[in-house]
């Protein structure tokens, strides 16, 4: 799943644990690992939360919304 691999490449690069992610974003950490392991993908709300977070640019966000995989 390349969204999931996106997801934790974004959270190690901004510097972040799984469980700061879920404290700042408002989820359970088990959350943030099911996306990471692309077995779930946040819901549209919580992924702008992420996006914010991670300081992500219009060209990632668009290919988080809609992958090629």
Known sequence: MKYAKWLREM???AGFTQKEVSK???VS??????WELGETRPDY???QGLF???E???????DFINPSE
Do not use: D, P, T
């Not at 950490?29 to 099911?34: I, L, M, T």
């Not at 992500?56 to 668009?62: A, D, Y």
């Open 11 to 13: 959270r190690l690069r």
């Open 29 to 34: 950490r088990k959350a943030v690992s099911r």
């Open 52 to 54: 914010k977070l991670y």
């Open 24 to 26: 700042i974003i408002g």
């Open 56 to 62: 992500c640019s219009e060209r990632e966000i668009l």
């Open 45 to 47: 709300e919580v992924a």
